[in-house]
């Protein structure tokens, strides 16, 4: 596997640093924490510490100035030990990103740097209960008022809700459809905003999901991120690059299905031998290692063409589609490997297929993902 192909000596430099991290923290606590359905807020400030929450952003912000590919090839590294650290990074990066780009100098000076030294976490929030795929049908409402926004409305299946100190929040400012929806920062403690329980999930438990409830929760007028109407454009923008996030988180955690596949396979031992040595078995872990290395291919190739200055967001699909299909196929296959011991708990790979199947979901679903890719193709 070539894991470090194609990085640059500096980059090189960053990965073994939180190969290092993975190994001796992140890793042996992701366990427990999965267990006690707790996010690991050490580990993250942790993270904070290392300069690895805003990686590609400007330096003046508290960024380390990196390239789009540094950050992603982080997640990679960070999913192969702890799923629910590096989507709750990822999902992090959504609020920055979102502020970095789009947001006023004053919102930059006085949110970015809290995020990006991990002191904050963020969060983002465009999803509701009747609208998922189809994100432009949302109906929380943001009425302007004298010198702010009221916001009114819930939004569903949101990650890291209530932990999170920072949401990049999308309501409807204006009419109906694309145009009528802006971006707000939205502060933990601001007034009429409530969090609803915590959602039991298939997977990824150390990453808290919950309701965000506004009962016209007052925002100044100052955290509109952008211009009024400008929120859509925002969102899809973040969702590109958390689109190569997710991509980057499945191929990390495919590896690590892979590496326990491979490391059992060469300890079990039937009819007299280890079972690496069965060619029916070796042709399955031939093909788990082909997709992941394709897959880890395609989503790096995708971040170089963003750090080029291109139009990344059809191979922001392609890479987030294949990367999911192929994390869901390593995982299972690795239970399958591991045969009855893979579907106990004392392995971990029956969690790594549990968390592999979300990245089918988030971040737009694969059947929207290849509908993205279809309009590219029609024109």
Known sequence: MHRDFGLSEDQREIVAAVREFVSEKAAPAASGYEEKH??????FRAL??????????DERYGGAGQPFLTYLVVLEELASGFCSLAVSLSVHHLSGFGIHRFGS??????????LFSGDWLGA???SEAGSGSDAAALRTRAGRTDGSYRLTGT???????????????????????PKGISSFAVERGFEGLEFGKREEKMGWHASPMRELIFEGCAVPAENLVGDEGQGFAIALAALDSGRLGMAACSVGLAQAAFDAAVGFARERRQFGRPVIEFQGLQFMLADMATQIEAARRLYREAARLNDAGGDYSVAA?????FASDTVMRVTTDAVQVHGGYGYMQEYPVERYMREAKAFQIVEGTNQIQRMVIGRSLSG
Do not use: N, T
């Open 38 to 43: 707790e996010f690991p807020r050490d580990l």
């Open 48 to 57: 904070g510490e290392m300069g690895l929450c805003g990686i590609p952003y």
């Open 105 to 114: 100098d004053a919102l930059k000076e006085k949110y970015l740097p809290r």
């Open 124 to 126: 983002y929030a465009l």
């Open 155 to 177: 939004k569903r299946f949101i990650s890291s809700a209530g932990e999170a100190e920072l949401y990049l929040v999308m309501a409807r400012s204006g009419g109906e459809g």
């Open 317 to 321: 699909s392609m890479a987030k589609l």
